[in-house]
T-cell receptor
Framework: AQTVTQSQPEMSVQEAETVTLSCTYD???????LFWYKQPPSRQMILVIR??????QNATENRFSVNFQKAAKSFSLKISDSQLGDTAMYFC??????????????FGKGTHLIIQP | DGGITQSPKYLFRKEGQNVTLSCEQN?????MYWYRQDPGQGLRLIYY???????QKGDIAEGYSVSREKKESFPLTVTSAQKNPTAFYLC?????????????FGEGSWLTVV
């Protein structure tokens, strides 16, 4: 079974600062996918960024980037130039590659990120 | 618009009552999922379905049932056997491996026991 650990229950930074959210995972799989989802107060789960484990290059989506360390089983999210709208719960999630990801995502417990004006 | 529609947004259940949460998607995704979210927790998998007329139990299936009679629809029934059903429920569907293997979510349904 896979486990995902987010060690920071809550973080708070000033607007325009850079913030890094941590995530570690445990798996015996070699082929898998990793995701960061954002959940604002509306509770809608929004995909932020995804990473295929076989790709060495770290994924980037505008202000969001990841630091994927496969050997260390670490998958941190960096948000640059943080904005008030980034305030949300952020969940790290794991999906097995075997079986085509059929059995879905395993989630961490989340990090509540607060962007202060 | 393409997407995943969950209804109702808010639902109240009396003790001993079964209730059904609806989930419809028009994304032509084969796989669909139900997750439960409790305060301060991540999401936990209840049931999932890869194809029509087939589904599997997730980590917390006890007290829940599902059906998958159509590709577009994956309703979740919360039965009276579920002792603590008050939670936020999220339905999701997954694009195939060739399209990025990514899971997308509906807007969720709140269920409260009264």
């Amino acid at each position: 079974a896979q486990t995902v650990t987010q060690s920071q229950p809550e973080m708070s930074v000033q607007e325009a600062e850079t913030v890094t959210l941590s995530c570690t995972y445990d798996t015996s799989e070699n082929n898998y996918y990793l995701f960061w989802y954002k959940q604002p107060p509306s509770r809608q789960m929004i995909l932020v960024i995804r990473q295929e484990a076989y790709k060495q290059q770290n994924a980037t989506e505008n202000r969001f980037s990841v630091n994927f360390q496969k050997a260390a089983k670490s998958f941190s999210l960096k948000i640059s130039d943080s904005q008030l709208g980034d305030t949300a719960m952020y969940f790290c999630a794991f999906m097995k590659g075997s079986g085509g990801g059929a059995d879905g995502l395993t989630f961490g417990k989340g990090t509540h990120l607060i962007i202060q004006p | 618009d393409g997407g995943i529609t969950q209804s109702p947004k808010y639902l109240f259940r009396k003790e001993g009552q079964n209730v059904t949460l609806s989930c419809e998607q028009n994304l032509n995704h084969d796989a669909m999922y139900w997750y439960r979210q409790d305060p301060g927790q991540g999401l936990r998998l209840i049931y999932y379905s890869q194809i029509v007329n087939d589904f599997q139990k997730g980590d917390i299936a006890e007290g829940y049932s599902v059906s998958r009679e159509k590709k577009e629809s994956f309703p979740l029934t919360v039965t009276s056997a579920q002792k603590n059903p008050t939670a936020f429920y999220l339905c999701a569907s997954r694009r195939g491996v060739s399209s990025g293997n990514t899971i997308y979510f509906g807007e969720g349904s709140w269920l409260t026991v009264v």
